[in-house]
Nanobody, 121 residues
Framework: QVQLAESGGGLVQAGGSLRLSCAAS????????MAWYRQPPGKWRDLVAS???????NYADSVKGRFTISRDNVKNTVYLQMNNLRPEDTAVYYC???????????????WGQGTQVTVSS
């Protein structure tokens, strides 16, 4: 089984920066897309940024120019650099990894446990 370990959340003032990390461990097969989602209090979970195994990226409009997703394929780790944070960025951030286990034909989505990001005004 594959486990995801997230880190890097916390409390920061508006305009500040945080870097989230999400590392996959265990019996990791072929990792395909890696992504970050967030869920503000009382709202749905939405995509923040994603990156394919080939390096193509996609960002939510609200974070373009402020957040950067990157990945280390050797370490099976995805990062989210968040700059110029705003109070509306406050949410629980979740990483998601699409992984094809060894010997399987299909991919499975694996979610991290979430990490809280709070931005004060």
């Amino acid at each position: 089984q594959v486990q995801l370990a997230e880190s890097g959340g916390g409390l920061v003032q508006a305009g500040g920066s945080l870097r989230l990390s999400c590392a996959a461990s265990g019996s990791v097969g072929t990792v395909k897309a890696m992504a970050w989602y967030r869920q503000p209090p009382g709202k749905w979970r939405d995509l923040v940024a994603s990156m394919t195994s080939g390096g193509s990226t996609n960002y939510a409009d609200s974070v373009k120019g402020r957040f950067t997703i990157s990945r280390d394929n050797v370490k099976n780790t995805v990062y989210l650099q968040m700059n110029n944070l705003r109070p509306e960025d406050t949410a629980v951030y979740y990483c998601k990894v699409s992984e094809r286990p060894p010997g399987h034909l299909y991919e499975f989505d694996i979610w991290g446990q979430g990490t809280q990001v709070t931005v004060s005004s």
